[in-house]
């Protein structure tokens, strides 16, 4: 919820002279390294003021570790060498009482099992053990995530504060290549080159009064000695990933993107912070939504301060277009909405603003979660015009109960007088961020009548099901099959089920499933269409791919499975050479694609 800056943070490497970044400059921060090292001995560090070497092409340069070392200016200042190391060493005495924190910032919560953070590992080619990679498949699956580089051992800790890590398995003619890369932030890359963490994190790091002051007072000094610049934002990139006017970009709705490239050997660089041609001056949403026929994507922003949300779109060129800021029923009154995803038809856009909410205050004062749920609260939906130039056109419709922080698919019907929309809906919602074993999401399908109002919402399924995709193809327009991971109990995710919309509402609408195994949990799944190409190709002619980690081995494997079939077939198994921890959303990236990025 971070809304900070547009510019980089350093000279840009010459292979993304050709992407806009913001002109300014910044140097390095000026801090000393610090004397303790992580609980990991792999991490990369990255010079912030020179650019990045290329990765090596030979088979023996690939089964090295890259690792490069930068040493501290000769230039720095001794009055800054003296602030930092007073301000490290002040930040290593800051440790908030676990015993006062909630459940949700626990770290042997947050770090158990398939929780915990692993390495980078470069690429290294894969054994596919089951069946084998259908041709169409040419190109790379990439998952991100959250994977702190300095773990806490003993502060609170929430998952939501990870760096982000991109997880890609690359795919050329039946044999697969797997590497794991931090985003190269701004604050993955001054934390790296000091040797500890010294970025408060916002989820986990204010819990309190103490620590709010101590933590904030750090920061501050930090800004005001030039150790850090506010203008290069703090995000972690750590959320999702989109393809948008030849970026590649990794998500976080807390700051603006970050480019990243894909190479020859299957390696991934971190190009940059990316402004989107000096047209995104603050955060967006990590869960854009791109429209394939017309080739627009819709995006919106929310912040801690009114007006709480922004929504905005890009053309097909990703020229953006103005700001639509969206005012909210008694703004002024309330807390801020948590607001993590949207819907778009090809007539209007649609919020849904849930019964979440921020709550800062409570968290410096009562160490409290930051987000957690209001019960008095009504929750609404707003649909606007998806090319509105004003909020005038936003409307609101009351939906009590409803609590979705994702959205499946959504469509018009009765020739744009009623909007169909596709939501995992969160029961319990008061457990969502503090224990989420507890919280059964059951997927609806809401129906909203614009011409009387009239909100009507029926379950498709029992089970507990989200982090649900449909083919890409079929984003805006009325679609008939959804893919849905399988919380038994959440966030671990035992298996997958198919949903088949045309069932009816009121029933049971799943009719394929795959339970991964004993011990063994997946994530959001990925929908590969078979032929993107082939507007006449049933709507499940293709491949889901996921994911799945097996804790009593301790080993995780890549699985592609045939969309069509009955009990979602295994065609093919991949052996990965790490552990893929538990993470978030993902996308799959075509060869043809490659070259323009």
Request: with cysteine; glycine share 6%; aromatic share 8%.
């Given at each position: 919820m971070d809304a900070l800056s547009s510019s980089f943070m350093s000279t840009l490497p010459p292979q993304i002279q050709r992407l806009h970044y913001s002109p300014t400059k910044t140097k390095a921060p000026l801090l000393l390294p610090s004397s303790s090292s992580s609980s990991r001995t792999n991490n990369v560090i990255?010079?912030?003021?020179?650019?990045?070497?290329?990765?090596?092409?030979?088979?023996?340069?690939?089964?090295?570790?890259?690792?490069?070392?930068?040493?501290?200016?000769?230039?720095?200042?001794?009055?800054?060498?003296?602030?930092?190391?007073?301000?490290?060493?002040?930040?290593?005495?800051?440790?908030?009482?676990?015993?006062?924190?909630?459940?949700?910032?626990?770290?042997?919560?947050?770090?158990?099992?398939?929780?915990?953070?692993?390495?980078?590992l470069h690429p290294t080619q894969c054994q596919v053990?089951?069946?084998?990679?259908?041709?169409?498949?040419?190109?790379?699956?990439?998952?991100?995530?959250?994977?702190?580089?300095?773990?806490?051992?003993?502060?609170?800790?929430?998952?939501?504060?990870?760096?982000?890590?991109?997880?890609?398995?690359?795919?050329?003619?039946?044999?697969?290549?797997?590497?794991?890369?931090?985003?190269?932030?701004?604050?993955?890359?001054?934390?790296?080159?000091?040797?500890?963490?010294?970025v408060p994190r916002p989820f986990s790091s204010f819990s309190g009064p103490l620590a709010f002051l101590t933590r904030a007072g750090?920061?501050?000094?930090?800004?005001?000695?030039?150790?850090?610049?506010?203008?290069?934002?703090?995000?972690l990139a750590n959320t999702s990933l989109a393809f948008l006017g030849n970026r590649l970009l990794a998500l976080y709705e807390g700051d603006l993107p970050y480019a990243v490239r894909l190479?020859?050997?299957?390696?991934?660089?971190?190009?940059?912070?990316?402004?989107?041609?000096?047209?995104?001056?603050?955060?967006?949403?990590?869960?854009?939504?791109?429209?394939?026929?017309?080739?627009?994507?819709?995006?919106?922003?929310?912040s801690p301060m009114p007006p709480f949300v922004t929504y905005f779109w890009f053309d097909a060129n990703g020229e953006k277009q103005p700001d639509v800021h969206i005012k909210m029923p008694g703004q002024w009154l309330r807390?801020?909405?948590?607001?993590?995803?949207?819907?778009?038809?090809?007539?209007?856009?649609?919020?849904?603003?849930?019964?979440?909410?921020?709550?800062?205050?409570?968290?410096?004062?009562?160490?409290?979660?930051?987000?957690h749920s209001d019960p008095t609260k009504v929750s609404r939906i707003g649909v606007m015009p998806r090319?509105?130039?004003?909020?005038?056109?936003?409307?609101?419709?009351?939906?009590?109960?409803?609590?979705?922080?994702?959205?499946?698919?959504?469509?018009?019907?009765?020739?744009?007088?009623?909007?169909?929309?596709?939501?995992?809906?969160?029961?319990?919602?008061?457990?969502?961020f503090e224990r989420m074993e507890l919280i059964h999401c059951l997927m609806e399908k809401v129906r909203i009548d614009l011409r009387t109002g009239v909100v009507s919402r029926h379950p498709i399924s029992a089970r507990n099901l989200d982090m649900a995709v449909i083919n890409p193809g079929y984003v805006a327009k009325k679609n008939r099959y959804v893919y849905a991971a399988v919380g038994d109990p959440m966030p671990k995710m035992t298996g997958l089920v198919k949903l088949d919309l045309k069932k009816g509402e009121r029933r049971?609408?799943?009719?394929?499933?795959?339970?991964?195994?004993?011990?063994?949990?997946?994530?959001?799944?990925?929908?590969?269409?078979?032929?993107?190409?082939?507007?006449?190709?049933?709507?499940?002619?293709?491949?889901?791919?996921?994911?799945?980690?097996?804790?009593?081995?301790?080993e995780s494997k890549f699985l592609v499975m045939d969309a069509k079939s009955p009990h979602l077939d295994i065609v093919a198994e991949v052996k990965l050479p790490q552990r893929v921890p538990a993470g978030f959303h993902g996308l799959f990236v075509r060869e043809i694609d490659f070259c323009k990025l």
């Open positions: 990255v010079s912030t003021t020179s650019p990045p070497k290329k990765p090596e092409t030979t088979a023996e340069n690939n089964k090295q570790q890259t690792k490069t070392t930068q040493k501290p200016s000769s230039s720095v200042s001794t009055t800054t060498n003296v602030s930092a190391v007073i301000l490290n060493t002040l930040n290593k005495l800051i440790k908030p009482k676990l015993q006062a924190q909630p459940l949700s910032l626990d770290p042997s919560r947050a770090f158990s099992n398939n929780l915990a953070p692993v390495d980078e053990t089951q069946g084998s990679l259908p041709s169409c498949l040419e190109g790379a699956y990439i998952r991100n995530g959250p994977n702190p580089q300095y773990p806490p051992r003993s502060e609170p800790y929430s998952p939501f504060d990870g760096d982000g890590m991109l997880h890609c398995i690359k795919i050329s003619q039946g044999q697969a290549t797997f590497c794991s890369r931090y985003v190269k932030t701004y604050k993955y890359t001054i934390e790296n080159t000091v040797g500890s963490p010294i750090v920061l501050a000094a930090r800004v005001l000695t030039g150790q850090l610049s506010i203008n290069s934002g703090f995000g190479t020859s050997n299957g390696d991934i660089e971190t190009l940059g912070r990316c402004d989107l041609d000096g047209k995104l001056v603050m955060n967006m949403t990590a869960h854009p939504k791109k429209d394939p026929e017309t080739g627009e994507m819709f995006a919106f922003r929310y807390h801020p909405p948590l607001m993590h995803d949207f819907a778009i038809t090809k007539r209007y856009a649609i919020f849904v603003d849930t019964q979440v909410q921020a709550y800062g205050m409570e968290m410096i004062l009562r160490r409290e979660p930051l987000l090319y509105a130039k004003n909020s005038s056109q936003m409307r609101w419709f009351d939906a009590p109960g409803l609590n979705n922080i994702h959205a499946v698919n959504a469509w018009d019907e009765e020739d744009g007088n009623v909007i169909v929309m596709v939501a995992p809906n969160i029961l319990s919602v008061e457990q969502v049971e609408c799943t009719v394929a499933t795959r339970i991964y195994g004993p011990d063994c949990y997946g994530g959001e799944p990925f929908f590969v269409a078979r032929d993107a190409a082939d507007k006449e190709a049933d709507e499940d002619d293709g491949y889901i791919l996921s994911y799945v980690h097996d804790e009593k081995a301790g």
